[in-house]
T-cell receptor, first 114, second 114 residues
């Protein structure tokens, strides 16, 4: 079945610097790749997503890139701020054999140092 | 209304109790999901309902019984749970058709089994 690997598991960056989180997926038929941010005690919140027919998408300080050939996608956060501190999950929606099923990566705990 | 709601927020139950978790959305979404999330782990899919019919059961023990009374409501009936079932239970919903795969999560029910 689909497997999503996420790295690193923890990431600490200086405020104002950039943060990059990387994920790989196994199902070549996967067609949708969301990213969720989860603050302590809160629900996972969709922050950006990308579809398989797009290579890059940007929303203010957040961008996601997708390399379908290599089956990996990345989250880029620029000009990091203290409120960016949270756990980030990448995910992949399965292909034709697993419609409706979104598989999550193991998560990255991002800490922003003041 | 762009929100998924869940009740109760917290639940403490004994191993012989029967309780239910409730989830509601009024976004007209066709798919609804139950996830289980343990501390420092990603959400783990339990069940998927599509058009009010159970479409995915991730081999969840029978002590968890889902129900979808109508397109806006999703319940999870709990009976004879074990302490290891203590977790955050998240409900989510999505349109789940091409171009509209975004899943939105409710705030979750924090369940403690004593």
């Amino acid at each position: 079945g689909e497997n999503v690997e996420q790295h690193p598991s923890t990431l600490s960056v200086q405020e104002g610097d950039s943060a990059v989180i990387k994920c790989t997926y196994s199902d070549s038929a996967s067609n949708y790749f969301p990213w969720y941010k989860q603050e302590l005690g809160k629900r996972p919140q969709l922050i950006i997503d990308i579809r398989s027919n797009v290579g890059e998408k940007k929303d203010q300080r957040i961008a996601v890139t997708l390399n379908k050939t290599a089956k990996h996608f990345s989250l880029h956060i620029t000009e990091t701020q203290p409120e960016d501190s949270a756990v980030y999950f990448c995910a992949a929606r399965g292909g034709y054999s697993s419609a409706s099923k979104i598989i999550f990566g193991s998560g990255t705990r991002l800490s922003i140092r003041p | 209304d762009t929100e998924v709601t869940q009740t109760p927020k917290h639940l403490v139950m004994g191993m012989t109790n029967k309780k239910s978790l409730k989830c509601e959305q009024h976004m007209g979404h066709r798919a609804m999901y139950w996830y289980k999330q343990k501390a420092k782990k990603p959400p783990e899919l339990m069940f998927v309902y599509s058009y009010e019919k159970l479409s995915i059961n991730e081999s969840v023990p029978s002590r968890f019984s889902p129900e979808c009374p109508n397109s806006s409501l999703l319940n999870l009936h709990l009976h004879a749970l074990q302490p290891e079932d203590s977790a955050l239970y998240l409900c989510a919903s999505s349109q789940d058709y091409p171009g509209h795969y975004e899943q939105y999560f409710g705030p979750g029910t924090r369940l403690t089994v004593t």
